[in-house]
Each structure stands twice: as C-alpha cells, then as structure tokens.
C-alpha cells in the first residue's frame, strides 16, 4: 500500500501493473525458484528410474496390476518391447 501511496505522490499517477508485477515478483519469485529446481530435480530422478526398470521387471509389474500406460510412462523400453 505504501508503495502505491509514494508512487501517487511522486507523480499524481499510479502504474498499478508495474508496480503489482514487482511487488508479486519479490513475494513469490524464491517460492518460483524452489519449484522450479525442484521439477529439474523430478526430471532427474525419473529419468533414473527410467533408466533402472528394464523390460522384464516393466512385466513383473503388470502381472502385479500396475497400469500398463503407467509403466509405458516409466519404461518407455518395456512398451516399444511388447510390440
């Protein structure tokens, strides 16, 4: 509010779209960072698993009652070796 206020007083104007992008960057921008490293870090680590579910146990966990599509999703290999 203050920042509207000084902003109104320097030059009669308010640029509210300026001023509510800067305030919302530095609310949110270290909670946008920390989701961001975190969703490189997901990627990371799926792409491990992918790289450790080799086609024979992709049907250990369809015989299990896994979702083919989710184990499509986890071993692209294992889904390419079916056909």
């Known amino acids: 509010m203050a920042k509207f206020v000084s902003a109104l007083a320097a030059d009669g104007a308010i640029d509210e779209t300026t001023l509510s992008t800067t305030e919302l960057q530095t609310i ?13 870090k ?20 369809y015989v299990h009652g896994l979702d083919p599509l989710y184990i499509a999703t986890m071993c692209p290999v294992a889904a390419y070796d079916q056909l």
Not at 28 to 40: D, K, V
Not at 42 to 51: A, K, Y
């Open 42 to 61: 997901q990627e990371q680590v799926m792409g491990q698993v992918q790289v450790r579910i080799t086609p024979s146990f992709a049907l250990i966990l």
């Open 28 to 40: 949110y921008g270290p909670f946008t960072q920390r989701i961001n490293e975190s969703l490189a």
